[in-house]
């Protein structure tokens, strides 16, 4: 195994194992397109980073975490849901990123990412930041999740619904960001629907499938780099990205079949 | 009131907005502990933000009293748990209790029947089981009960409520409970509130029978079932 791909791999597995374990969140939320339109929010940050000279990681970073606060805000004051406050702030995004940035290549980079060509710091970013997310989620798992089953309940048990939202969006938004960088705009979105979905088809307990939704996460990513690593010697070898998804939503099929067949009660 | 020793809950000019709408108005009641108070009333009269208001879960204006040291459970009326991954014992051990065996046959369920079931595959009777062991695993000495039997069949409704009845004589537990079920305020509570926006009856629970006083809360009379 050469060094490049133990990298990749190790990225992979990181980026893959914190979004399929926010992305359980997600899925449950009805925000599993969340992830992907905030991922067109960074849009502008990263535009900005190039115009100005600055790391475009921070621009959109900063974008992200802006946009979060807003859309949380709107939220809290019309009771509109996630997806629809997200949708309009993420087209408004895309058209000023669209705006700023006119070198089309750089634009496609913004968007698609390839794990690929990496740099050192970006890996190392990804790692601390898929443990820091995967650690706080944990904490505010259940929080969320009794939000989720009844507000009342959960405010009735001192949990502060709507700033435990916040610190899920702003987290999301951190794992959006570092995986734009590392594994494109489309990618970001699958991670946090497919594993999640594929978990879901097989989980009556709520520790079950968040650990579930994590581990195939990780397995689409790291498989997906592994086959394009396999297949780097045929004329034009195809990129990891696409082979991520194909093992994600082949995964997602197989755990589609095994439910009717045992007709889980889940 | 004369004081908080005899009574539990004392409730003054309570008025519940939400904007350009009056949910509730100048609602003026006081509850005797150990007794059970029916709030009936028609759909939308504010009845469920009574009980949020009780519970401090949104604002309000007026003055709302307990009497010092009361902890209250709250057993709602809907849970959005169809969708969601989770089994009763995690459930249960979102709440932080320790016997979860004890809880469970508290309400009359065989722990290894059900505490491995996702929440979301209980019947009706069950999960308002499961939910009423989760308000009554700190030892409340209030409870308010949103539709307790929402989604139960008949037998199960008579079960359930029998079940309430010796859950209050063993902790003394004063209760509140919302109900549309003649039957069932008439027999299982002390007192009725009517309420529609402001109280439109509060006395006896067994007058509700009375078809004069079942106009008055409904607007209209509940007609018999004729053969």
Known sequence: MTEELAFSLLIGFSVGLSAGYLGSIMVLEKMALVGDALSHVALPGFALGI???????????????????????????????????????????????????????????????????????????????????????????????????????????????????????????????????????????????????????????????????????????????????????????????????????????????????????? | METLDEYILKVTDLTVEIPNQVILENVNFQLKKGTTLAIVGPNGAGKTMLFRALLNLIPYKGKIEWAPKVKTGYVPQYLSASDIPISVEEFLMFKGGSNLDGTLSSVGLESKEVLNKRLGALSGGQLRRVLIGWATMDKPNVLLFDEPTTGVDLDSEEAIYKMLVDLKLKYQITMLLISHDLHIIRDYSDYMMALNRCITFLGESKRIMDLELQRMIYGEPVCMVQE
């Open chain 1, 51 to 266: 115009l100005l000279n600055f790391d475009p990681l921070l621009g959109g970073f900063a974008f992200l975490f802006a946009s979060s606060i807003i859309i949380w805000q709107i939220g809290r004051v019309t009771k509109l849901s996630f997806e629809t406050i997200v949708g309009a702030v993420f087209t408004l995004s895309l058209a000023a990123g669209i705006l700023m940035i006119r070198d089309l290549e750089v634009l496609a980079d913004a968007l698609f990412g390839d794990i690929a060509k990496v740099a050192w710091t970006d890996a190392a970013a990804g790692i601390l930041i898929a443990i820091v997310a995967i650690y706080s989620t944990r904490i505010i798992y259940n929080k969320i999740v009794l939000g989720m089953i009844s507000e009342e309940l959960a405010i009735s048990q001192g949990i502060n619904v709507a700033r435990v939202n916040l610190l899920f969006l702003l987290l999301v938004s951190l794992v959006v960001a570092i995986g734009i960088k590392i594994t494109g705009t489309l990618l970001v979105g699958f991670l946090v629907v497919v594993p999640a979905a594929a978990a879901k088809n097989l989980s009556a307990s709520l520790s079950r499938y968040s650990l579930l939704s994590s581990l195939f996460g990780a397995a689409s990513a790291t498989a997906g780099i592994l086959f394009a690593s396999f297949l780097s010697y045929v004329p034009l070898p195809p990129p990891p990205g696409p082979l991520i998804v194909v093992t994600g939503v082949t995964l997602f099929l197989v755990t589609v079949i095994v439910r009717w067949k045992k007709r889980i009660s889940v």
